[in-house]
């Protein structure tokens, strides 16, 4: 059984998007709580167009983005598989602090582009449009999604379940070459 670990960064609703992806819940309201440090959360998944032929373990690690605890994140980073940034895009200093969530999360692990997403979390009333962020140039290479758990909950699902078929697919390819460049 593989095990791939997703570490969701903050900014906005990123509690509420993970307990729905993980299917913790499946509704989205609730009292909000936030998160002290990381919360792991598990799960067994069969991701779109990941290529594997059984079901794989998914760890969603819900790290929490108060910078108290960025102590802690060189941990969370260590093995990971992809990096999720939730932003809220009615926030402007959102679309700046992207940029280092990036540089922390994302450049210094290396990661490929496909091994990243970023998800515009819509707050329920915000009439922010779905459309192009104004986003740095190294960002808007990233895919992004919109999202909007009132009105469009399985549209996020679905994007969410390509993505992680993506990073599976990069995670195999590397284990692939790693695996050549042994026996050669």
Same mark, same amino acid.
């Given at each position: %059984?593989?095990?791939?670990?997703? %570490?969701?960064?903050?900014?906005?609703?990123?509690?509420?998007?993970? @307990?729905?992806?993980? #299917?913790?819940?499946?509704? !989205?309201?609730?009292?909000?709580?936030?998160?002290? #440090?990381?919360?792991?959360? =598990?799960?067994?998944?069969?991701?779109? #167009?990941?290529?594997?032929?059984?079901?794989?373990? !998914?760890?969603?690690? &819900?790290?929490?983005?108060?910078?108290?605890?960025?102590?802690?994140?060189?941990?969370? /980073?260590? &093995?990971?598989?992809? !990096? %999720?940034?939730?932003? @809220?895009? &009615? !926030?402007?200093? *959102?679309?700046?602090?992207? =940029?280092?969530?990036?540089?922390?999360? $994302?450049?210094?692990?290396?990661?490929? =582009? @496909?091994?990243?997403?970023?998800?515009? *979390?819509?707050?329920?009333?915000?009439?922010?449009?779905?459309? +192009?962020?104004?986003?740095?140039? *190294?960002?808007?290479?990233?895919?992004?999604? *919109?999202?909007?758990?009132?009105?469009?909950?399985? &549209? %996020? +699902? +679905?994007?969410?379940?390509?993505?992680?078929?993506?990073?599976? @697919?990069?995670?195999?390819?590397?284990?692939? +070459?790693?695996? /050549?460049? $042994?026996?050669?």
């Amino acid at each position: %059984v593989l095990i791939y670990k997703c %570490v969701f960064i903050p900014l906005s609703g990123k509690t509420a998007l993970a @307990n729905f992806l993980s #299917g913790t819940t499946e509704n !989205v309201g609730g009292e909000y709580r936030p998160t002290q #440090g990381v919360r792991i959360l =598990e799960f067994e998944s069969q991701p779109e #167009g990941s290529g594997e032929s059984m079901a794989c373990e !998914v760890e969603l690690w &819900d790290c929490s983005g108060e910078f108290k605890f960025e102590s802690c994140w060189p941990a969370l /980073m260590k &093995d990971s598989s992809g !990096v %999720v940034i939730i932003f @809220n895009p &009615d !926030v402007p200093s *959102h679309l700046k602090e992207i =940029e280092t969530w990036h540089s922390m999360f $994302i450049a210094s692990q290396s990661l490929q =582009e @496909n091994q990243c997403l970023l998800i515009a *979390h819509h707050k329920p009333g915000s009439g922010v449009e779905e459309g +192009r962020l104004p986003l740095a140039s *190294h960002l808007s290479r990233l895919p992004l999604i *919109h999202s909007n758990l009132e009105e469009e909950p399985e &549209d %996020v +699902r +679905r994007a969410f379940w390509r993505y992680l078929g993506n990073v599976i @697919n990069t995670m195999s390819e590397s284990r692939e +070459r790693e695996e /050549m460049s $042994i026996i050669t």
